[in-house]
């Protein structure tokens, strides 16, 4: 890629300046095809992931980007992805995203490396158990309802019935306290208040977006963070949270009661008191108490359980106000399974277009667009459906973006790719032209999971990654949006105030809007014969640390 330009989108500075970047020696056999394109095609009001989506569609589903002797390597088809995610994924680390990440989740789960990766995923897989699940799920009613009875009085506030609210904003409130409350226990209460702690958290990940999209990593320089205002809040925010999380840490480990694994699974979770992950974790017999690795874990799953959950219903309750039909659907699978009570998991389990629309709503708003992997060492990528027939080798210290985006659009294994139609998550349609090493779309093969995932698609769908890094949160996540949208969509209408454009994109972590998800909200009437649509009142009291 040729060319200057001013470079306005994040990802597009991350790819330039921020990163080492990777020289590409000559390792022989077939070499990469290089994106032909000029640098200023990444200088629009257009997210990157959009100008990689061209590349794409120009250079086959592995193409190099470089810039003077840096390259990354863009990764859009699915069996190269399935390679680097599952079968040689302990070659690869975080690499960039690792050091970008590293001051504020430090060795947490997501940017840790693979050593120390190990041990802490075993011990926080078991935690997310069933039981807990169950528990949660209460959680989840009565959050969404503290949020319906913001919502209802803001109506009331409006006067004539429907008032025009930002539902990113609430949609990252919702995210946040039930965050709080699963993983620690904490009641942020941002749906009804402002706190320092929540100011906090909201500055911290202000500046991870920030870091990812600066071109100039200036916090590394000496002195730099005690000189730059902005290093200084960042500091300050960190330093609150850190204080929350070390008292909340503190409190759990004064009244730890050590337990063997699958005694903490089998507890009735409708009696326990706190049923938070960090109970789990401290109390599990062979726990690993170390502070600051329990401070960095807790950190990375509040930052990112957060912002994407809220993004996925941002960008659901997006589609589904440009879909009325897909909307009309919905709605009459949710007024026939669900009544005036508190969603439930067997609910869910009834529900099959709304889980279809939330897996829809993943492959066109992928949560983050792109993931990204550095080479520990030497490789060979295999022969994708569009790659070079013998494979790509490529070196140590290769940085790699697999784009998400690219994979959930692809022609090559979508029909109708940009259109949001969740009818398609039920028909097998494995494009026969690219057969190839990989198995196509087959729903049969989606097994026990609720979910279209990974294995169905055999890696042409991966909201949650997949292989040994995959997300743990994914079930939490999904049962989560899932209640928010049966209570929220049974309760209002919502019509988008001013057209879809005016929304806009724009990205961090994750895909969000570039100016709120600003929404008409009203009442909706129970359907006839129906029972009252569920009042926003009910709230189950919940024992929490606040
Ligand atoms: C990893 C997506 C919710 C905790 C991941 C990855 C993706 C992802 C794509 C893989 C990253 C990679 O391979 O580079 C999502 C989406 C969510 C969500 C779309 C919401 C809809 C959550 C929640 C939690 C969580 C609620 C915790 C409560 C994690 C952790 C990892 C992870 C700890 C790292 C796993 C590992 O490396 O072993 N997530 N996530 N996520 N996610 Fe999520």
Not at 127 to 139: E, I, P, S, T, Y
Not at 185 to 199: A, G, L, Q
Not at 366 to 378: C, H, K, S, V
Not at 500 to 509: F, I, K, S, Y
Request: hydrophobic share 45%.
């Amino acid at each position: 890629v040729k060319g200057k330009g001013n470079l306005r989108d994040g990802l597009s500075r991350l790819l330039t300046e921020v990163s080492q970047g990777y020289l590409q020696p000559d390792m022989g056999g077939e070499s990469i095809p290089t994106a032909e394109g000029e640098l200023s095609d990444l200088a629009g009001d257009e997210p990157l992931f959009k100008a990689l989506y061209q590349w794409f569609l120009d250079s086959g589903g592995v193409y190099k980007l470089a810039f003077g002797p840096k390259a990354f390597i863009v990764v859009s088809d699915p069996v190269v992805v399935r390679h680097l995610l599952k079968e040689n994924a302990g070659n690869y680390d975080k690499g960039v995203l690792a050091e970008i990440l590293e001051p504020i989740m430090g060795k947490g789960l997501i940017p840790a490396d693979l050593e120390t990766w190990k041990p802490r995923r075993r011990a926080i897989v078991p935690a997310f158990h069933r039981a807990w699940l169950g528990a949660m799920v209460a959680m989840f009613n009565a959050c969404t309802r503290e949020s319906a009875a913001k919502l209802d009085r803001l109506i009331a506030a409006a006067g004539d019935g429907e008032a025009v609210v930002d539902m990113e904003e609430e949609f990252l409130n919702l995210g946040l306290d039930i965050i709080g409350l699963g993983v620690f226990n904490y009641d942020f209460r941002s749906i009804t208040r402002e706190s320092p702690v929540i100011k906090a958290v909201y500055g911290v990940l202000k500046e991870a977006e920030h870091r990812s999209t600066f071109y100039i990593p200036y916090w590394n320089l000496p002195l730099a963070s005690v000189l730059v205002p902005r290093q200084r809040r960042f500091r300050a925010d960190l330093a609150v949270i850190n204080a929350c999380l070390d008292g909340l840490i503190a409190a759990a480990k004064r009244t730890r009661q050590a337990t063997d694994e699958e005694a903490l699974q089998a507890r009735d979770y409708t009696k326990v008191r706190d049923p938070s992950l960090l109970r789990f974790l401290v109390d599990m017999r062979d726990a690993d108490l170390d502070d600051r690795q329990l401070r960095d874990d807790l950190m990375t799953m509040l930052i990112a359980g957060h912002e994407t959950t809220a993004a996925v219903l941002t960008w659901t309750l997006f589609a589904l106000m440009q879909q009325p039909e897909v909307e009309r659907k919905l709605l009459a699978e949710l007024d026939a399974e669900v009544g005036d009570e508190a969603v439930t998991l067997d609910h869910i389990a009834r529900l099959p277009y709304l889980r279809a629309t939330l897996a829809e709503s993943l492959r066109l708003y992928p949560q983050p667009p792109i993931l990204i992997r550095r080479a520990l060492g030497d490789d060979v990528l295999p022969p994708g459906l569009r790659g070079a027939p013998g494979g790509y080798p490529i070196g140590k210290g290769a940085d790699l973006f697999i784009s998400v985006w690219n994979l959930h659009r692809s022609p090559y294994l979508w029909r109708d790719p940009d259109a949001f139609r969740p009818e398609r998550f039920s028909e097998a349609h494995a494009n026969a032209d690219f057969g190839g090493a990989w198995a196509g779309y087959r729903p049969e093969a989606q097994g026990a999971s609720l979910y279209p995932n990974e294995v169905a698609s055999d890696f042409a769908f991966i909201p949650f990654g997949g292989g040994m890094r995959k997300c743990v949160g994914d079930q939490f996540a999904l049962t989560e949006a899932a209640v928010a949208l049966v209570l929220l969509l049974r309760r209002y209408t919502f019509r988008l105030e001013g057209g879809p454009e005016r929304v806009g994109m724009a990205t961090g972590a994750t895909i969000h809007t570039a100016n709120g998800l600003r929404v008409r909200v009203a009442a909706r009437a129970a359907p006839a014969g129906q029972p009252a649509v569920p009042a926003a009142a009910e709230t189950p009291a919940l024992a929490t640390a606040s």
